[in-house]
C-alpha cells in the first residue's frame, strides 16, 4: 500500500520554497521545453472548463520532465471577481506523483506556488532582455501577483524606483503595506508608465491598460495578466512596436488575446533565448507575454517536496 500524501500548506510552501533554488530550475525546464525532445518533457496544452455561470474558469495542468522525473498537476481555478468581492482571484492545488508508483505524494497549496513561479519567470525574461537601464520599475495591479513580483524584482535588480498604479487607490495603499520597501503610488496608468524601464502588467483587465505610446522605447514589459484570448492587457500599437517573447508558443496562440487580437507575431520563447538559439533583442522594446506552465509548477512543487522531506 503506498503511503497517504503529505499536505503541505500555503505558509509552509512560503517558507520552504526560496527563489534562489527555483530561478535555476526555472531555466532549466524552460530551455528543455524548448528543445521539444519529446518523452522527456510531456506538458500538453492547459485544458480550460469555463465556467460560465459563475464567470470563472478551471485549469489543469499536468506535466513530466523524465529526467528529474518530476511527475506532477495543477489545478486552478479563477475568476472574474467584481472589485469590492473579497474573494481571491486564483486559487490552486499542486498534487505531486510519485512517477514510478503512480501514488500522490504530496498535495500542497498551489496558489503560493503560482505566485512565486509567476513572477520568477517574469524575473527571468528581465535578466534575459535586460533593458539598457534598470532604474525604474512600474507595477500595474496591486494584487497577489504584485506582492510576488515586487519581492523577486528587488531581490533580484537594483531599481531606484517602483512605482504602482492600481485602479482604486486603496488597493495600491494596501500593496505599499504587505511589500518590505518603498514603492511610489501613481494615479494613473501614463504617469506611472513614463520613463519606466521595466513595466509589470498584473491586471485582471480584459481591455488593454497599458498603452504603447507611453511606453520608452528599449523598456521592457512582462506581460502577465490577460491569459484568455479574448482579454488584453496590452494595446496593438504596444504589440506591433514591441518584440514579443512568450514562455510557450503553444500556449500563446491559444490563450494569449494580446497576441491573437492583434495579430503580432512571436519572436521567440525565452528557453530559446537560453539555448541560445534565438537572441535577446535587448536595445529594442521587449515584451514578454507570459501564460504560466505546468513545468514550472512541476519543478517549484518538486523543490517544496524535496525541502520538506529534508526537514523531516
Ligand atoms: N501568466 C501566468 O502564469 C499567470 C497569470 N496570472 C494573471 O495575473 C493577473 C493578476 O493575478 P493576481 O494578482 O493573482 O490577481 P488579484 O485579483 O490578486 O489582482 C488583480 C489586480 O488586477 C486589478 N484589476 C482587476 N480588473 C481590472 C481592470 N479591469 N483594469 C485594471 N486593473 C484591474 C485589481 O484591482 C488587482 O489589482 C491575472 O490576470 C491572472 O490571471 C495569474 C497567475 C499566473
Ligand atoms: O499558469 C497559471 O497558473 C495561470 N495562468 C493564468 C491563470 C492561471
Redesign the pocket.
Known amino acids: 500500500m503506498a503511503e497517504l500524501p503529505v499536505l503541505i500548506t500555503r505558509e509552509e510552501v512560503m517558507r520552504l520554497l526560496r527563489y534562489t533554488d527555483l530561478i535555476p530550475k526555472l531555466e532549466s525546464a524552460l530551455a528543455l521545453f524548448s528543445k521539444r525532445s519529446g518523452a522527456e518533457l510531456v506538458q500538453p496544452l492547459r485544458t480550460i472548463v469555463p465556467l460560465q455561470k459563475h464567470n470563472g474558469f478551471l485549469g489543469l495542468m499536468p506535466a513530466y520532465i523524465a529526467h528529474e522525473d518530476i511527475l506532477a498537476a495543477k489545478m486552478?481555478s479563477?475568476y472574474?471577481?467584481d472589485?469590492d468581492s473579497v474573494l481571491?482571484?486564483?486559487q490552486a492545488t499542486v498534487l505531486l506523483f510519485d512517477p514510478e508508483r503512480g501514488n500522490v505524494k504530496a498535495v500542497m497549496d498551489g496558489?503560493a506556488i503560482?505566485?512565486m513561479?509567476?513572477a520568477a519567470?517574469?524575473a527571468i525574461s528581465t535578466k534575459l532582455l535586460k533593458p539598457c537601464r534598470q532604474e525604474v520599475l512600474c507595477i500595474?495591479?496591486?494584487?497577489?501577483?504584485?506582492?510576488?513580483h515586487y519581492q523577486v524584482f528587488t531581490q533580484m535588480f537594483s531599481f531606484t524606483q517602483v512605482r504602482v498604479w492600481?485602479?482604486?487607490r486603496e488597493?495600491?495603499e494596501q500593496?505599499a503595506r504587505a511589500v518590505a520597501g518603498p514603492v511610489t503610488m501613481c494615479s494613473s496608468v501614463k504617469e506611472a508608465v513614463e520613463g519606466a524601464d521595466v513595466i509589470v502588467?498584473?491586471?485582471?483587465?480584459?481591455?488593454p491598460?497599458l498603452q504603447g505610446e507611453w511606453v520608452k522605447p528599449g523598456a521592457h514589459v512582462a506581460a502577465?495578466?490577460?491569459?484568455r484570448p479574448d482579454?488584453r492587457?496590452l494595446d496593438d500599437v504596444l504589440m506591433r512596436d514591441s518584440v514579443v517573447y512568450v514562455?510557450s508558443r503553444e500556449g500563446a496562440s491559444t490563450e494569449s488575446g494580446d497576441i491573437i487580437l492583434s495579430g503580432a507575431s512571436v519572436f521567440a520563447e525565452l528557453g530559446e533565448v537560453l539555448n541560445g538559439t534565438k537572441p535577446a533583442l535587448c536595445e529594442k522594446t521587449t515584451v514578454f507575454k507570459?501564460?504560466?506552465?505546468g513545468i514550472?509548477d512541476a519543478v517549484a512543487a518538486k523543490l517544496v517536496f524535496d525541502q520538506w522531506k529534508s526537514q523531516l
Request: proline letters at 4%.
Open positions: 486552478v479563477f472574474q471577481r472589485p481571491p482571484a486564483h496558489t503560482t505566485e513561479r509567476t519567470v517574469s500595474l495591479g496591486s494584487g497577489l501577483q504584485a506582492v510576488s492600481s485602479r482604486r488597493r495600491a500593496f502588467t498584473v491586471t485582471m483587465a480584459k481591455e491598460v502577465v495578466g490577460a491569459c482579454w492587457e514562455d507570459s501564460l504560466g506552465m514550472q
